[in-house]
């Protein structure tokens, strides 16, 4: 039996999954400057959009999980073309979240120890919690989003002492053409990698508050990177955001609790790191559902460690240098990832409602295969 979500642990989950990498770079900041809130509110926007058109597909079959609706809207042959897709995607930003987070690693706190052993043991670690079934996950977010949230808390009061002026002033100093991009840019990351949600929506309890909930989830999420580049640009000033890798830890390290108590990051950076490893934990387990459905497989948990595996070695090989990193998040993953974060959804919308059009509304899929066309229904 699948384990449920409530709308608030949902709520829980989603702010968990974006907000863990989202402050990390802050790279529509150091594009848009004062105009990044633009950006955001796009990112949000079209995230939200995409989701709720993938909510009106699925609502004309209330019994069934999203790649099930994959199946009944085009077909089992194209659905697993169009589902195979969405596990390259996941392989995609996976790759490039292990890398961050390595990057960040061997950057900040552990600078002699090869990227190899950091990635190994980040999925191991993620290959055994994906594992224990969604309600271990969403418990343990709800936990752990506590603590979470109290120290950014303390931070974030600590670091605005030290913003003497608004950074977002003056307003509207780019043109429409790079606030688009900056809006891309906030659909690829981090707003849109919410799209891996719609093969969780089954899992929710009150369907009636399914898309509310998100939209409190990303609204929720902007607000705290909006916090984020605020502080950053108010502490450390356009020009330094610029220059260094994290502007937000390095707006932290600015934090000194008294005379004597000081790398304050360092804790931080501790309950940091565990609400990062949510969002491959949750790509993990989103990984094993669909890659189940396609394949027909009946031990979803088997799979646990071989897909650790392979999530690892795509993630070794994938990014070796920072400039590979930096290079795929400006220029090609805003574009490379529109196929299942934007058209897919918006085709499966579109069959949709071509089919509910059909008085029977029995008829068979749209873009089925001959064989399913010729195969007689049951």
Request: hydrophobic share 55%; with cysteine.
């Amino acid at each position: 039996m699948q384990e449920k979500v409530s709308p608030g642990a949902w709520i829980c989950l989603i702010f968990s999954f974006i907000s863990g990498f989202s402050t990390l770079f802050l790279q529509e900041a150091k594009l848009l400057e004062q105009d990044v809130w633009l950006s955001y509110l796009c990112g949000i926007a079209m995230s939200f959009g995409v989701l709720a058109v993938l909510y009106l597909a699925q609502r004309n079959y209330p019994g069934l999980s999203m790649t099930e609706v994959f199946d009944r809207l085009l077909g089992k042959q194209i659905a697993k073309i169009c589902l195979c897709l969405y596990l390259v995607y996941i392989l995609e930003i996976q790759g490039a979240a292990f890398q961050a987070l390595t990057l960040f690693y061997r950057t900040v706190v552990l600078p002699n120890t090869s990227s190899g052993q950091i990635i190994l043991l980040i999925a191991l670690t993620t290959a055994y919690a994906s594992s224990l079934g969604l309600g271990a996950i969403v418990r343990t977010v709800q936990v752990l989003l506590c603590f979470f949230l109290f120290f950014m808390l303390v931070i974030v009061v600590f670091i605005y002492k030290n913003v003497t002026i608004n950074p977002f002033l003056p307003l509207f100093q780019h043109r429409a053409p790079e606030i688009a991009f900056g809006g891309l840019l906030s659909l690829y990351f981090p707003f849109g990698k919410s799209i891996v949600f719609c093969f969780l929506f089954s899992r929710v309890t009150n369907r009636k508050k399914l898309l509310p909930s998100t939209l409190i989830a990303l609204s929720l999420s902007g607000l705290y990177l909006f916090a984020a580049t605020y502080l950053s640009f108010g502490s450390l000033g356009m020009n330094l955001v610029q220059s260094v890798t994290f502007p937000f830890f390095s707006a932290i390290q600015l934090v000194r609790f008294g005379e004597y108590l000081e790398r304050i990051e360092i804790m931080i950076i501790g309950i940091w790191t565990v609400f990062t490893l949510f969002e491959i934990i949750v790509l993990q387990f989103v990984f094993m559902q669909v890659f189940e459905h396609i394949f027909a497989l009946k031990h979803v948990r088997a799979l646990a460690l071989p897909v650790g595996l392979l999530f690892f070695a795509m993630s070794h090989r994938s990014f070796v240098h920072q400039a590979d990193l930096s290079f795929y998040n400006f220029r090609i993953g805003p574009f490379s990832t529109l196929l299942p974060t934007v058209v897919i959804p918006l085709l499966l919308l579109l069959i949709s409602l071509l089919k509910r059009g059909n008085r029977s509304g029995e008829g068979g899929p749209l873009l089925a295969s001959s064989d399913d066309a010729r195969r007689p229904r049951s």
